[in-house]
């Protein structure tokens, strides 16, 4: 005879037994499409990002800096980038003639995953190897374009700019926007012409704030109500909060526009192999360390001209304390003829 309480038994655990699987599924089955979905954007941004970046590779006239011996690899070596903001945006129609509106030049130290971030004012007397001569630094790009403004840097800090990215207006406010706008303080009220040169259709009034990309990119050029000096420091702020923001966990979702963002508006030396190797400045689980440093000067007007001079005792210190942080010893020939004169000539 069959015993019907253990055929029961035997019924009821596989009932219990299936109701488990399916608790089980249904608790695994989000989990693993989020999975794949994750796995699959991380795919699809990868290979977006190898296409949109390594369209925005431009050479320069040189394989490497006169000051390095051999090429560098960013990922066992300590190296330097040239950030080159250039006043150009299609209703200028001046890309090729620009100035450089903002340069900053940031050198990487592998081992502390530190940045030294330099601005450099944009009306610093000093001289440019392409025109024999000084001038304002932001001319060096008019003069000669990427490789001018290069060298004038390299003979400036005597140390080896490796690699440069330069971007226009565009670049600027479609990053910022693409992350969701910056937080930033304000020092104060201020109207300022926008990416399109409409004259003050930027407003913004005193005190820390969300700005978006116009915003952002009107408090990095503005110094209606300060100077050069002030503007850089701005700059630097900027640049540490798109920083920052760009690679918080909360930007992830963002990096498909960050990608759009850069397009057409931005070229660089750099490979997209060698972009991946600065990814791990970003993951050490807090905020990448960047140090801010300016160039100080004083006021230095002749023939009704102004220009940023620099301090000599402070620049000395500065390229020092660079090529600490790049572990090198540098020296670049000095290549200005003490016959030439400076000249006074704006533009």
Avoid: C
């Avoid at 004012?121 to 932001?138: A, C, F, M, Q, T």
């Avoid at 050490?284 to 100080?296: D, H, R, S, Y």
């Avoid at 020092?320 to 540098?330: G, K």
Wanted: charged share 25%; aromatic share 8%; hydrophobic share 35%.
């Amino acid at each position: 005879m069959r015993d019907n309480n253990k055929i029961t038994t035997t019924r009821t655990v596989k009932r219990h037994k299936r109701k488990i699987r399916k608790r089980v599924y249904f608790i695994l089955l989000p989990i693993i499409i989020a999975f794949v979905s994750i796995l699959g954007y991380g795919t699809y941004l990868y290979i977006k990002a190898d296409t949109v970046l390594s369209d925005s590779y431009v050479e320069t006239e040189r394989e490497k800096s006169p000051l390095r011996d051999a090429l560098v690899d960013p990922s066992i070596d300590n190296v330097s980038i040239l950030i080159m903001g250039i006043d150009a945006n299609d209703h200028r129609g001046n890309a090729e003639s620009a100035r450089t509106d903002a340069l900053m030049l940031a050198t990487f130290n592998k081992d502390e995953k530190s940045v030294n971030l330099v601005s450099i004012p944009r009306d610093s007397l000093v001289y440019i190897p392409e025109v024999g001569y000084e001038d304002k630094i932001n001319h060096a790009h008019y003069f000669g374009g990427t490789t001018a403004a290069i060298e004038t840097v390299e003979n400036l800090l005597d140390i080896p700019v490796d690699y440069y990215v330069k971007v226009n207006f565009h670049a600027f406010v479609d990053v910022v926007d693409a992350l969701g706008g910056i937080n930033v303080d304000v020092p104060y009220e201020f109207k300022e012409s926008n990416s399109m040169d409409k004259r003050d259709s930027i407003h913004l009034m005193p005190g820390v704030q969300d700005v978006d990309g116009e915003e952002a990119l009107a408090l990095a050029r503005t110094r209606k109500l300060d100077n050069d000096i002030e503007r850089g420091k701005r700059q630097q702020e900027i640049m540490k909060a798109v920083i920052n923001k760009a690679t918080s966990l909360n930007s992830i979702l963002n990096y498909d526009d960050l990608l759009e963002a850069v397009g057409d508006n931005m070229t660089t030396n750099m490979t997209f192999s060698d972009m991946k190797t600065f990814i791990t400045y970003g993951t050490k689980g807090k905020n990448i360390e960047v140090n801010a440093l300016t160039l100080e000067g004083y006021d230095y007007q002749p023939s009704n001209k102004y220009y940023w001079a620099l301090d000599q005792p402070s620049l000395e210190e500065t390229k020092a304390l660079l090529q600490d942080h790049l572990e090198i010893n540098s020296s670049i020939a000095n290549t200005q003829d003490p016959t030439i004169e400076s000249t006074s000539e704006s533009y």
